[in-house]
């Protein structure tokens, strides 16, 4: 009794953690549709209903991680960490699932981009490149082009941020992507204006005007700084009218920076001084390093040297940090060294192919030839077992016309003899027929021959064929050859047929293209080889 209780109590405890994960794995598939039509805050709101604690299944909690960093990267929230994410990407790799690998791959190089890991970025991003290139997944390919594009920028490798621009400008045109469009725009002008080709910069800082009313308003911070950027210098009042539109809705240091650079040329020094220290509340790195600069050459000038000091030392540690920072991240020998294992991996792929392709070549002309040995034993068996029926045929046919001779007297036993004699002719006309495709070949040589042909071009098959046809015409003949002497090749056995044919030494020589000694020690060498 105790037996079955316990046993009714695991099965209602299996189908109750069945129906569980069945029920979370539907509410993530539902969330990962959402994702896909963007709907990100309706995601988000089904993906915080769910206590990832309360998820013991490892689908369940690889696609619940993967969808939380995904819309919460989406919507700008903070991600605490992407130590979550590991575990969707050990699992995707396990299981293979690619779709869902290749965006997770993305959003871990992206988090460790916003960590200032631009190593690790690099190699995450490479690695989903390679499946959305393999998978032709166009969208996420934008996306990552994208990232590695601003990966590259930020380390300086404005040549490979320029090539990942171009390739992430022409798969936004292809899918008809605006937003991204712009976003892609504004990374190659950057690009290519700290490489100091303004003119390319200009080019598409200006394609960057016409578009960016289309997107929200809250999006368009960053497109307004880079559009004054244009106008700086050339209509100073327009790029100021940009900068400040762009301040109103994210105060970005870019933005306070180009400012303070039209009110310096402007020599309005004490506006300069105040955009350079909003500039300075929230550059990152990189930027930090140009408004320190700018500001202690401000107050170098005016003679403010304290100032000027505290501002030098400050600038030398963030360039010891950027330098720190360039020396623990290679990111451009992350990317060729990921390059260079990639080809290596082809490689060794199109090798393999390459040999499984040769053995079953090899493999497949093996059994051709085995197949074509096989046929020809039987052909030649069948050939041997219609020579020896025809033999018999004939034997009985002598000794029946022998009877026939000895016994004329019985009239009635003769017309029973011949009787039996006709229906042996016609057996071995059957047998004629039989062998008629065999002995085509032989016939054709053998009116060749007749014909004073020459044998120059003939192989081994030929002389077979040849003597094949002329057992059927002089089988006593052919026997004399195979049995008087001793294994004699089928080429003498030609010579010795011909003479039988009544040919002369001169047409023998002109047949088998040979000259008079060579006629003369075959004759020799035949003669050796008769043992009757």
Not at 31 to 43: F, H, I
Not at 86 to 112: M, P, T
């Amino acid at each position: 009794m105790k037996w079955v209780r316990l046993v009714i109590w695991v099965l209602i405890c299996t189908i109750t953690f069945s129906c569980g994960v069945n029920k979370q794995k539907e509410q993530l598939l539902s969330v990962e549709k959402l994702l896909q039509k963007k709907q990100n805050d309706s995601a988000l709101n089904v993906l915080e209903a769910i206590n990832p604690e309360s998820i013991d299944d490892q689908e369940c909690r690889a696609l619940y991680w993967l969808f939380k960093t995904q819309a919460d990267y989406r919507l700008y929230n903070p991600v605490k960490s992407d130590k979550p994410l590991d575990e969707s990407i050990r699992y995707f790799e396990k299981n293979h699932d690619e779709k869902r690998l290749v965006w997770a791959y993305y959003y871990k190089g992206s988090l460790c981009d916003d960590q200032n890991k631009g190593d690790e970025a690099i190699v995450y991003l490479k690695k989903a490149e390679k499946i959305a290139k393999e998978k032709n997944m166009d969208e996420v390919l934008h996306h990552i082009c994208q990232a590695i594009s601003v990966v590259n920028k930020k380390s300086g490798e404005f040549r490979f941020a320029i090539d990942y621009s171009l390739k992430a400008i022409n798969l936004a045109l292809k899918l008809n992507i605006k937003n991204n469009l712009l976003s892609d725009y504004m990374n190659i002008a950057g690009s290519y204006y700290a490489i100091g080709n303004e003119d390319s910069a200009d080019y598409y800082y200006n394609k960057l005007e016409p578009l960016v009313e289309s997107i929200p308003l809250e999006q368009r911070s960053k497109f307004y700084t880079n559009i004054g950027c244009t106008y700086v210098g050339k209509d100073n009042e327009k790029a100021k009218e940009y900068m400040y539109k762009a301040i109103e809705i994210d105060q970005l240091p870019n933005a306070y920076l180009e400012l303070s650079e039209i009110y310096k040329d402007e020599g309005n020094k004490k506006k300069a001084y105040e955009m350079l220290v909003k500039a300075l509340k929230d550059a990152e790195l990189r930027l930090k390093k140009s408004i320190l600069s700018s500001l202690y050459e401000m107050k170098y000038a005016d003679g403010e040297y304290q100032e000027a000091s505290n501002y030098s030392k400050w600038l030398v540690e963030v360039k010891d940090s950027l330098s720190k920072i360039r020396k623990e991240q290679d990111v451009r020998g992350a990317q060729e060294h990921f390059d260079h294992e990639t080809t290596i991996q082809e490689k060794n792929l199109r090798l393999t192919h390459l040999c499984w392709a040769i053995g079953g070549a090899v493999i497949l002309i093996i059994c051709l030839l085995l197949l074509m040995y096989q046929r020809r034993r039987r052909t030649q068996k069948n050939l041997q077992n219609i020579h020896m029926e025809i033999e018999g045929y004939q034997h009985k046919i002598l000794q029946l016309e022998q009877e026939n001779k000895n016994k004329k007297q019985q009239e009635k036993d003769n017309g029973e003899r011949e009787a039996e004699i006709r229906r042996l002719k016609e057996k071995i006309e059957e047998m004629q027929v039989l062998n008629a495709d065999i002995l085509h070949k032989g016939k054709r040589l053998y009116d060749h021959i007749l014909n004073n042909g020459s044998t120059v071009t003939w192989d081994k098959k030929d002389f077979q064929s040849f003597m094949e046809y002329y057992r059927m015409l002089d089988l006593t003949f052919v026997q004399h050859l195979e049995n008087d002497y001793d294994n004699l090749s089928i080429r003498y056995q030609f010579f010795e047929t011909l003479f039988h044919l009544g040919k002369t030494e001169e047409e023998v020589r002109k047949i088998m293209a040979i000259g008079q000694s060579t006629l003369r020690s075959t004759r020799t060498r035949i003669k050796e080889k008769c043992i009757r």
